[in-house]
Every structure is written in C-alpha cells, then in structure tokens.
C-alpha cells in the first residue's frame, strides 16, 4: 500500500516549456487534489475533483489543467511554464468529509 | 469564505517545555479542523482531527487540541517537546458539504532547542 505518490520528485523547467506532473492514490479514494506551497503562504488549493472524469476549480487554477480520467489518477498541467509557477507542488487524495493524505511532493523550478 | 490565521509564523522553545501553537479560523458555517505536521524536505502528516464530539483532541505523537466555538479558535498543544518535534505546522479547515476542500494557515514553525 504505497498510499499517495507523485511523479517526478525534481523538474527544472524554462520559461514556455510545458510539463505534467502525476499524482496517483491506492487507496479507493474519490477525491483528489493538488495544491502548491510557497513559502509564507502555507498550502493553497489548484484544483480537485470529486470523483473520476470531475475536475473543479480551486482558489489558484490560472496557468494549470488538470484530468481525471482514472480513479486512481490525478495529472495536474501546465502548459506554458511561468517562473511564478517555482513552488512545491502536493497532491492529495480523501475519501468524503474525512482527512486528507498527501504524497511527498515535487519541487518545480522555471528559470 | 473561510479563512484560517497562524499568529506565530516561529515559535522556539526549549527541549521538555511545553507548547501551544495558535490556530483561529473563520466560517459562516459548521467546520471539520485538521493539524497538519510537515518535517522538512516532506509532505504533509496528520496529527489530529475534529469532526465532531469531544473539544479535546488527542493525537500521534502526544499532541492535543481543542476546539473552541465560542472563540473560533484550534489551538495545538503539547506538555512537554523533543527535539523530533522541530517542523512545520499547519492548521486547516474545512466545511460540511463543502467537497472536503481545505483552507490552510499559513504555518508556524516549531523549532525546538536544547
């Protein structure tokens, strides 16, 4: 039971480069969601879904796409790197009303 | 719109003395609170949770918290710290239907010293 875990852990990327970053659960779950760290900033929400083929909107979604098209899947994208998208990147999955498990995290650098 | 405040971004303290790390928060509505630990270069681990019942909380690691509506306040405590327990913490809420979403606080970090 590997729990939650993202893919890749580093990624270096240049301005207007594009990437997907993988988050992928063993747990059942239904929800899924990936947040961003900055320092000071504690953890703000990107997007989530509710449940496989829902995605929705969080409180930072300008610049990134996400898809869920397995259960156990959440891909979070970008398509045109900017350097304010250099962050901590977290993926977490829940099951209804319940806590949150995180996966490790993927630190992300646009130069 | 819910909203979470972390008053201390750092607090030291000395090994074997005790802590309370400040969490308010802020809803219309009714709250499940949550304290998240992260140790560095990690993601994020539960220590406790309110869902509903008892205001005190246990959690891992010999922590606790309680819940005060009246004050809207989470605060995290601990009797007596070890040097394993210097991380960052963070304090998150979420409502009732509301998707399971959190608003996280901005974090405190706990350094302990010798």
């Known amino acids: 039971n590997a729990g939650v875990t993202q893919t890749p852990k580093f990624r270096v990327l240049k301005t207007g480069q594009s990437m997907t970053l993988l988050c992928a659960q063993d747990m059942n779950h239904e929800y899924m969601y990936w947040y961003r760290q900055d320092p000071g900033m504690g953890l703000r929400l990107i997007h989530y879904?509710?449940?496989?083929?829902?995605?929705a909107k969080g409180e930072v979604p300008d610049g990134y796409n996400v898809s869920r098209l397995k259960k156990q899947n959440f891909l979070l994208g970008l398509e045109s790197a900017a350097p304010s998208q250099t962050s901590v990147y977290f993926c977490?999955?829940?099951?209804?009303?319940?806590?949150?498990?995180f996966g490790p995290g993927t630190r992300l650098t646009v130069t | 719109a819910q909203s979470v405040t972390q008053l201390d971004s750092q607090v030291p303290v000395f090994e074997e003395a005790p802590v309370e790390l400040r969490c308010n928060y802020s809803?219309?509505?009714?709250?499940?609170l949550f304290w998240y630990v992260q140790y560095p270069n990690q993601g994020l681990q539960l220590l406790l949770k309110?869902?509903?019942?008892?205001?005190l909380v246990k959690g891992i690691n010999g922590f606790e918290a309680e819940f005060n509506k009246s004050q809207t306040s989470f605060h995290l405590r601990k009797p007596s710290v070890h040097i394993s327990d210097t991380a960052e913490y963070f304090c998150?809420?979420?409502?009732?239907?509301?998707?399971?979403?959190?608003?996280f606080g901005t974090g405190t970090q706990l350094k302990v010293e010798l």
């Open positions: 977490a999955s829940s099951n209804f009303e319940y806590e949150q498990y």
């Open positions: 998150a809420v979420s409502y009732t239907g509301g998707g399971n979403k959190l608003t």
């Open positions: 879904s509710v449940g496989e083929g829902t995605t």
């Open positions: 309110y869902l509903s019942g008892s205001t």
């Open positions: 809803s219309s509505v009714s709250v499940y």
